[in-house]
């Protein structure tokens, strides 16, 4: 009876991948269509995105030249004697010009241009991580919706139990309390299936929340849940991590660092404001042309302090790359472990646990027909299958969530999602 109607069920997700041809029924979602409709409408990508137009803005404002000054000057007015009133001003047109030191301008352009590939380098990151969040939150769907088909199995056999252990207490075979103990069962089944429900329904919303809907607008998620793949060798797999963006970044934030240095360096270097000018004499009439060159002193302030930071940050870039990868690297080797684990959980439980358990099943079920068996040993029985089960769902998700941790990691595609995410 149990046997049978899970094996039914079990059946079933395994056609999981069938759309269903009610045409009310909500849309079904494969991980395909949730990667793409994240990758399109996830607010985080968007962030990421702007993130490099304000950097671009940031490389366009470092490539411009200083604007031209003009001035009008007025001296010789309102004194006392020859000069009271305005009859011996002399006014003063002019027009400055800051020319920068040699490297200033070029040194502020590639720090720019710099801070733009590490912008592209976090929003490539980003979307691996969010690709990842993704194919995770599917899988737990995947799984929450197995749960509960098994669950159902379960207390769909309980409740057809009940006519004949209602006809074994007819025949005095049985006590009454045996009709509570089944209910009991079922009800406990009916309260796992209910929390389930609460923790599918709630991975629904967090796959809505990262393809940038409010709420779920699809129905099932289908996918081949059940299957697991050969994991490459963690050496491989390490070795990989090294073109993943988070590390790719480094380059260009010690570039950036490097041209920051060198603006730091050139700072004290003195500026020049060169102008040019018409002077008018009123009281002879005259007009004369005036030239000017100005240049600050570096003196006191030889930028000391904002040199010996600027040193400092590129010296630590090597050390956060290093710190940066061995979280990642410690990363990858839980996740590695976890889905190796899961895979030899998988074997002992698919090669030994479970066709044992259905073919006890199978006996238990049919000797309490014949009256050899009691319920309660019919119903240790049926709950030793389901724990099977479940540990099988567990195995699987647990096996899928390492994997999805390593395709973002490593860029390699195992399982999810058959093709190179970078």
Same mark, same amino acid.
């Given at each position: 009876?149990? !046997?049978? +109607?899970?094996?039914?069920?079990?059946?079933?997700?395994?056609?999981?991948?069938?759309?269903?041809?009610?045409?009310? #029924?909500?849309?079904?979602?494969?991980?395909?269509?949730?990667?793409?409709?994240?990758?399109?409408?996830? &607010?985080?990508?968007?962030?990421?995105? +702007?993130?490099?137009?304000?950097?671009?803005?940031?490389?366009?404002?470092?490539?411009?030249?200083?604007? &031209?000054?003009?001035?009008?000057?007025?001296? =010789?007015?309102?004194?006392?004697?020859?000069?009271?009133?305005?009859?011996?001003?002399?006014?003063t047109l002019q027009i400055g010009q800051l020319i920068e030191f040699p490297g200033k301008r070029d040194a502020r352009v590639t720090a720019a241009s710099a801070e733009i590939e590490t912008a592209r380098w976090q929003r490539q990151s980003e979307r691996l991580e969010v690709l990842s969040e993704t194919a995770v939150t599917f899988v737990r769907i995947l799984g929450a919706q197995r749960r509960i088909e098994i669950f159902d199995g379960?207390?769909?056999?309980?409740?057809?139990?009940? &006519?004949?252990?209602?006809?074994?207490?007819?025949?005095?075979?049985?006590? &009454?309390?045996?009709?509570?103990?089944?209910?009991?069962?079922?009800?406990?089944?009916?309260?796992?299936?209910?929390?389930?429900?609460?923790?599918?329904?709630?991975?629904?919303?967090?796959?809505?929340?990262?393809?940038?809907?409010?709420?779920?607008? !699809?129905?099932?998620?289908?996918?081949?849940?059940?299957?697991?793949? $050969?994991?490459?060798?963690?050496?491989?797999?390490?070795?990989?991590?090294?073109?993943?963006?988070?590390?790719? $970044?480094?380059?260009?934030?010690?570039?950036?660092? +490097?041209?920051?240095?060198?603006?730091?360096?050139?700072?004290?270097?003195?500026?020049?404001?060169?102008?040019?000018?018409?002077?008018?004499?009123?009281?002879?009439?005259?007009?004369?042309?005036?030239?000017?060159?100005?240049? #600050?002193?570096?003196?006191?302030?030889?930028?000391?302090?904002?040199?010996?930071?600027?040193?400092?940050?590129?010296?630590?870039?090597?050390?956060?790359? #290093? #710190? =940066?990868?061995?979280?990642?690297?410690?990363?990858?080797?839980?996740?590695?472990?976890?889905?190796?684990?899961?895979?030899?959980?998988?074997?002992?439980?698919?090669?030994?646990?479970?066709?044992?358990?259905?073919?006890?099943?199978?006996?238990?079920?049919?000797?309490?027909?014949?009256?050899?068996?009691?319920?309660?040993?019919?119903?240790?029985?049926?709950?030793? !299958?389901?724990?099977?089960?479940?540990?099988?769902?567990?195995?699987?998700?647990?096996?899928?969530?390492?994997?999805?941790?390593?395709?973002?990691?490593?860029?390699?595609?195992?399982?999810?999602?058959?093709?190179?995410?970078?």
């Open positions: 009876m149990l !046997f049978r +109607r899970v094996a039914a069920l079990a059946c079933a997700c395994a056609l999981l991948g069938a759309p269903s041809a009610v045409a009310e #029924a909500p849309r079904v979602i494969t991980l395909a269509e949730a990667l793409k409709r994240t990758v399109a409408a996830n &607010p985080r990508l968007a962030i990421a995105e +702007r993130e490099i137009g304000i950097a671009a803005g940031r490389r366009i404002q470092a490539a411009t030249i200083p604007n &031209p000054e003009i001035g009008l000057d007025v001296e =010789n007015v309102a004194g006392s004697g020859r000069y009271r009133g305005t009859r011996s001003a002399e006014t379960l207390i769909a056999s309980l409740d057809g139990m009940l &006519p004949l252990l209602q006809r074994r207490i007819d025949a005095g075979a049985s006590s &009454p309390a045996d009709v509570s103990r089944a209910q009991v069962a079922a009800d406990l089944i009916r309260v796992e299936r209910e929390r389930t429900k609460t923790a599918l329904e709630t991975a629904r919303r967090e796959l809505a929340t990262l393809m940038g809907l409010t709420a779920p607008d !699809f129905g099932a998620a289908v996918g081949d849940f059940g299957s697991t793949a $050969r994991l490459p060798s963690v050496n491989t797999l390490m070795a990989a991590v090294d073109e993943h963006p988070q590390l790719s $970044r480094w380059t260009s934030i010690r570039a950036q660092r +490097r041209a920051e240095l060198l603006s730091a360096r050139l700072r004290p270097a003195p500026d020049f404001r060169l102008s040019a000018g018409w002077r008018h004499f009123r009281e002879t009439g005259d007009n004369a042309a005036v030239f000017g060159l100005s240049a #600050a002193i570096p003196l006191w302030d030889q930028n000391q302090g904002a040199i010996i930071a600027a040193q400092e940050t590129l010296a630590k870039t090597e050390a956060e790359r #290093a #710190a =940066n990868k061995a979280t990642l690297l410690v990363v990858l080797g839980r996740a590695y472990e976890a889905a190796a684990g899961a895979q030899r959980e998988l074997a002992l439980l698919q090669g030994s646990v479970i066709p044992k358990a259905r073919i006890s099943i199978r006996a238990i079920e049919d000797g309490y027909a014949q009256g050899r068996f009691s319920l309660l040993e019919l119903l240790d029985t049926q709950a030793a !299958f389901s724990q099977a089960l479940q540990r099988e769902q567990e195995a699987l998700v647990s096996f899928h969530t390492a994997i999805a941790t390593i395709e973002w990691l490593s860029g390699t595609p195992i399982l999810l999602t058959r093709t190179r995410l970078r």
